[in-house]
């Protein structure tokens, strides 16, 4: 069964850095766009950073850009979210999905994996 799964969250105080991962099972994640998401208590899940797979093009929210940074290593099968500058704001439960990065993108294909996520709290 393909499944996603989001690892390295925990308590970080504000102005400090985490790194999350996204491991796959079933599918190589160089093959596909792959997004973070978040949702916090109360709000709607949003996106967070994407990294596309057929050009290599990277986006993020406003909200985090300048802060966090989405990466890949094809060898280990992983693509990681770099947090920096943490804030309160930032507290969530964080999500990675193969997932069309662009609208155009999702007129080509159609693919979408999501998993379980990691909790991100982040202290004033």
């Known amino acids: 069964e393909v499944q996603l799964q989001a690892s390295g969250g925990g308590l970080v105080q504000a102005g400090g850095s985490l790194r999350l991962s996204c491991a796959a099972t079933g599918l190589i994640l160089d093959d596909y766009d792959i997004g973070w998401f978040r949702q916090a208590p109360g709000k709607e899940r949003e996106g967070v950073s994407c990294?596309?797979?057929?050009?290599?093009?990277?986006y993020a929210a406003d909200s985090v850009k300048g802060r966090f940074t989405i990466s890949r290593d094809n060898p280990k099968n992983t693509v990681y979210l770099h947090m920096n500058s943490l804030k309160p704001e930032d507290t969530a439960v964080y999500y990675c999905a193969a997932i069309p990065c662009t609208l155009e993108a999702g007129t080509r294909v159609k693919y979408h994996y999501w998993g379980r996520g990691t909790l991100v709290t982040v202290s004033s």
């Open positions: 990294i596309s797979n057929s050009d290599g093009s990277i």
